[in-house]
């Protein structure tokens, strides 16, 4: 057809399913044969598609342009490069650090207890808490979801001293990162996530470009214990839900002005 429109084309179907589908509306596009190997497909005129989707991936996969709306109103349209360029707040760092080696950890450990602990030795919340209190940076990690210290305390009142300290060593660094990257884009910069050696941080829009970004990261990676990272720009998906989050938040104070 000349024209095709499809709603949700890709709801419900299993990953397989919907690579197909996405193949066959590239195919439609560009007027290609969809069934060229049995004989029953044969170039045709190119087709325009326009399609609408919750899922991002799918906007990005098969719109040279794209559009966002929200409460009924197109909000922004373009490719999704000048979409990223024009609505994206940030960047997004994702690194994973460096494992500690048994000799620094033992070295930790050490410290911990004044040359008394074993890795396998116990500590409680008493003796975790205090240590913890003492450091601002690490007294906020330990509140952070999916804390491995603070999840093996509620579990079972103790925490290795092994686990503590590779924790405490991990954060460290983390807080050498966060430092580095605040002195190169201001201090607005946000810990989205961290678990174990993963971290990803999002890094706002500053007169660094990417390029200078990543010359800085790969100077700087090797004294910051960064075993490898991606750097990237905001995704789709977090524009489309930061869109739609502020077109939400100006219906509820219009009502609100509306109100008697």
Not at 212 to 225: I, M, R, V, Y
Request: net charge negative; charged share 20%.
């Amino acid at each position: 057809p000349a024209l095709a429109v499809l709603d949700e084309p890709s709801c419900g179907l299993d990953p397989a399913a919907r690579r197909a589908l996405w193949t066959a509306v590239h195919s439609a596009v560009a007027g290609a044969s969809l069934l060229p190997s049995v004989g029953m497909g044969s170039a045709s005129p190119p087709s325009a598609v326009l399609l609408t989707t919750h899922s991002m991936e799918e906007a990005e996969a098969l719109s040279n342009r794209l559009g966002i709306m929200a409460d009924g109103q197109l909000l922004t349209v373009g490719t999704a490069q000048q979409i990223k360029a024009r609505h994206g707040s940030s960047h997004e760092l994702v690194l994973t650090l460096r494992a500690e080696s048994e000799e620094t950890l033992a070295a930790a450990v050490q410290q911990f207890g004044g040359g008394s602990l074993a890795p396998n030795s116990l500590l409680d919340l008493r003796h975790v808490g205090a240590l913890i209190e003492a450091d601002a940076w690490k007294r906020s990690a330990y509140l952070r979801p999916r804390c491995i210290v603070r999840m093996q305390i509620e579990q079972s009142s103790t925490v290795e001293a092994g686990v503590l300290a590779e924790w405490w060593l991990q954060q460290a660094k983390g807080e050498r990162i966060e430092q580095f990257l605040q002195g190169l884009v201001g201090d607005r910069v946000e810990l989205a996530e961290n678990f174990g050696l993963y971290w990803r941080f999002r890094l706002p829009r500053s007169g660094l470009g990417l390029p200078q970004l990543f010359g800085q990261l790969e100077e700087k990676s090797q004294e910051l214990g960064i075993a490898e990272y991606t750097l990237s720009q905001a995704t789709l998906e977090q524009i489309f839900n930061s869109i739609a989050e502020g077109a939400e938040q100006s219906r509820e104070a219009a009502e609100q002005l509306a109100l008697p």
